[in-house]
């Protein structure tokens, strides 16, 4: 898996957007960028993931840049809730699938 | 999304004992389990990849002895901690991802199938 690098922690006004990058310069053409997000004393939540196209769905939207080294996760507006660890992994999949996670991004939204 | 279903989601137990975690995909087939550990204020570590019917295979410094791994069905995947002792107090995690040949299609993009986690057993040794 290419290495992905975060900030280590980043604030944001609750309501507003908050903006994650991901630093991916390694990443190789199969892999796909993934999003997951883990609140305290839980298990990783699934957020989102591209290949090159941005995507969208009910959670977020990921942003990838056209020549794929950078990606960023948008949460449109945050809420006390979006509390959490993001980790941004890239990862080819198929047979030899296996997340590894790096230390993520603690974001905090403040009220 | 899917569900993964871990039990129990906390455990106390003696040193020495052994303490079985169950994980469930409860909505979908899953070929493949992963099992993750993670101590405080760190980041999740893989421990071991287990594939239905087959032997689980582990991640370098963990002991297959001591972390007992079955996934006899695709909806099930068992950790056994064998021999308990307060260093392996910890926070455990499961994740399953979805059998098939993957990719589900979005727009002309057929998409890699991602995991889904179990909500973690917390395991302390006294």
């Known amino acids: 898996d290419a290495k992905t690098t975060q900030p280590t922690s980043m604030d944001c006004a609750e309501g507003r957007a908050a903006n994650l990058p991901c630093n991916h310069s390694?990443?190789?053409?199969?892999?796909?960028v993934y999003w997951y997000r883990q609140i305290h004393s839980q298990g990783p939540q699934y957020i989102i993931h591209g290949l090159k196209n941005n995507e969208t769905n009910e959670m977020a939207s990921l942003i990838i840049t056209e020549d794929r080294k950078s990606s960023t996760l948008i949460l449109p507006h945050a809420t006390l809730r979006d509390t959490a660890v993001y980790y941004c992994i890239a990862h080819s999949g198929g047979s030899n699938y296996k997340l590894t996670f790096g230390k993520g991004t603690l974001l905090t939204v403040n009220p | 999304g899917a569900v993964v279903s871990q039990h129990p989601s906390w455990v106390i137990c003696k040193s020495g004992t052994s303490v079985k975690i169950e994980c469930r995909s409860l909505?979908?087939?899953?070929?493949?389990m992963f099992w993750y550990r993670q101590f405080p204020k760190q980041s999740l570590m893989l421990m071991a990849t287990s594939n239905e019917g087959s032997k689980a295979t582990y991640e370098q410094g963990v002991e297959k002895d001591k972390f007992l791994i079955n996934h006899a069905s695709l909806t099930l995947s068992t950790l056994t901690v064998t021999s308990a002792h307060p260093e392996d107090s910890s926070f455990y995690i499961c994740?399953?991802?979805?059998?098939?040949?993957?990719?589900?299609?979005?727009?002309?993009?057929?998409?890699?199938?991602?995991?889904?986690f179990g909500q973690g057993t917390r395991l302390t040794v006294v």
């Open positions: 909505d979908f087939q899953a070929t493949t």
């Open positions: 994740s399953a991802r979805r059998s098939g040949r993957g990719g589900r299609l979005h727009g002309n993009q057929k998409m890699n199938t991602e995991a889904f």
């Open positions: 390694t990443i190789s053409g199969n892999e796909y």
